[in-house]
């Protein structure tokens, strides 16, 4: 998702655009990312309701307010490694691009 977000502006070329704005970078970014967060928190409740909803609905075996509470439990315990790793991920690919930049920006092309 995070992916196509980003990606979508710069196969449609509108992120020329994007930028000519008089917003920071880093505000457009952390906005997308707000949004990005806020969508998977919105697909993670929705998935966790409608899990629920069909085991109430099929009377599933060993079905109980106990298991709903662990499976709630298990499915937001992922969300939230999800989300770390999306941070790091982040941070990582931030460096990363700011390396290449630097390299590209200092980089003896004479040879």
Known sequence: MVAWVFG?????GTVRYLLALPTSQGAIVAAKLVV?????AALTAL??????????VLSL???SAEAAWQGIAHIWAGGGVTAISFAILAVT????????FAWWLYADFSR
């Open 93 to 100: 690919g931030a460096a990363g691009t700011a390396g290449t």
């Open 61 to 63: 075996p060993e079905w």
């Open 8 to 12: 979508r502006e710069l196969s449609d």
């Open 47 to 56: 998935i966790t309701v409608l899990g629920l909803a069909v085991g109430a």
């Open 36 to 40: 990005v967060s806020v969508w998977c």
